[in-house]
């Protein structure tokens, strides 16, 4: 259901190169939750996580533009979650899209497939 790799790099490292290569790549970032900082305001004091939200305009909108897939988009934006282990190691963390999509069918699964493809060539010179 998850994939995850170690990071080559840092924390801080990994985050930063992960959104450039995301950028670089076509795709842009929608948003970062650096979720540590949030639970920390709440007073829970937790080890660095932060996920990005990430997409593909023409990915997505072969997924949203037909009531047919619609339903694909609970598992939308994609998400990459990069976070500290108490080892000290750097982990990247996303959906086994690839593996999900063989329960779908169509363009939905086409497109799943393609964007995980996409992502993991992305990740793939972040880790070890």
Not at 93 to 119: C, H, I, P, W
Request: proline share 3%.
């Amino acid at each position: 259901m998850f994939i995850d790799n170690k990071s080559k790099y840092d924390f801080a490292t990994t985050v930063d190169l992960m959104q450039d290569k995301v950028v670089e790549n076509g795709w842009s970032v929608l948003h970062v939750h650096t979720l540590d900082q949030v639970l920390g305001k709440k007073g829970f004091d937790v080890l660095p996580v932060t996920v990005l939200e990430v997409c593909k305009a023409p990915l997505s909108a072969r997924i949203l533009g037909t009531d047919k897939h619609r339903s694909v988009s609970v598992m939308m934006p994609c998400r990459i979650s990069i976070y500290k282990t108490s080892e000290g190691e750097v982990i990247i963390s996303r959906m086994d899209a690839a593996n999900m999509a063989k329960s779908l069918q169509g363009e939905g699964a086409t497109v799943m497939v393609e964007a995980f493809e996409q992502m993991e060539k992305i990740i793939e010179p972040l880790v070890d």
